[in-house]
Nanobody, 119 residues
Framework: QVQLVESGGGLVQPGGSLRLSCAASAFIFSNFAMSWYRQAPGKERELVAGSTSAGGSTNYADSVKGRFTISRDSAKNVVYLQMNNLKPEDTAVYYC????????????WGQGTQVTVSS
């Protein structure tokens, strides 16, 4: 059974850091682009950061550039999101996504992890 399990969320003060992890199982990790999305209350889900299947290219939302870093460990089938200099507006549920685009599009989501930035 395919699983994406996020962890690492929590409460942090403004200016603090968190590292989110997403452990993937039951699919060929290296064949999938991996991304982090977030959804704040009353807002639509938005892309935060993405990594191509080979991990050679990354992209970020303008709001997190220079503060967040996405990385993937293919040996462990884990994708990370290092979040530094967190701001209250980063408060949201963060979701891990795996996407394979080919003849068929295959799309998996994790259950989400809450990140709250507050003093």
């Amino acid at each position: 059974q395919v699983q994406l399990v996020e962890s690492g969320g929590g409460l942090v003060q403004p200016g603090g850091s968190l590292r989110l992890s997403c452990a993937a199982s039951a699919f060929i990790f290296s064949n999938f682009a991996m991304s982090w999305y977030r959804q704040a209350p009353g807002k639509e889900r938005e892309l935060v950061a993405g990594s191509t299947s080979a991990g050679g290219s990354t992209n970020y939302a303008d709001s997190v550039k220079g503060r967040f870093t996405i990385s993937r460990d293919s040996a462990k089938n884990v994708v990370y999101l290092q979040m530094n200099n967190l701001k209250p507006e980063d408060t949201a549920v963060y979701y891990c996504n795996a996407l394979h685009s080919g003849i068929l599009t295959i799309d998996y989501w994790g259950q989400g992890t809450q990140v709250t930035v507050s003093s």
